[in-house]
């Protein structure tokens, strides 16, 4: 949420449902592990409104963050790629204007190899976004949304 747009402590606890003093201590342990950042301050009638955002455009979760049990991760990390789909689709629908061959890719492919080819693939994908995630630009005027997906399936989907 606070990759996509900048919210005070009272708009995030609306919008999660949540108390605002536990939002609060979440988002002071999110800044000391300096994963947000006040980005603006505002006053209206004497309160001061500190406004949140996320330092990096996206996070890859340590699976050793979540909990042991196979069952619990196998479920975290389907709502986490159902969730990013769901965003996905919106942010497309969102910005179908500016969508053209040169400023759009979409590709679907189904790929026969071994558990450690496709940890080889991963890590390679990681660092190339990495880089390009850290290039500096003259023309840094452009902003991509790149979401991947790649899952293990039990049948083919394609013949």
């Avoid at 990759?3 to 979440?26: D, M, N, P, Q, R």
């Avoid at 979760?61 to 159902?82: C, F, G, Q, T």
Wanted: charged share 30%.
């Amino acid at each position: 949420m606070l990759i996509e747009k900048e919210l005070t402590v009272t708009e995030i606890s609306k919008e999660i449902g949540l108390e605002k003093a536990k939002v609060f201590y979440h988002l002071k342990e999110l800044e000391k592990q300096k994963m947000i950042a006040i980005v603006r301050k505002e006053e209206v009638k004497g309160n001061i409104y500190k406004y949140y955002r996320a330092t990096h455009n996206g996070f890859k979760i340590d699976k050793n963050l979540l909990p042991l049990s196979k069952e619990y991760a196998e479920d975290v990390y389907s709502s986490i790629i159902m969730q990013q789909l769901e965003n996905t689709k919106e942010v497309v629908s969102k910005n179908r204007h500016l969508i053209t061959e040169e400023t759009s890719m979409s590709q679907t492919v189904q790929i026969h190899c071994s558990k450690n080819q496709f940890d080889v693939w991963k890590e390679k994908y990681n660092q190339l976004i990495s880089e390009l995630d850290q290039m500096e630009s003259a023309n840094n005027d452009h902003i991509f949304y790149i979401n991947t997906t790649a899952i293990e399936i039990e049948n083919k989907v394609f013949e």
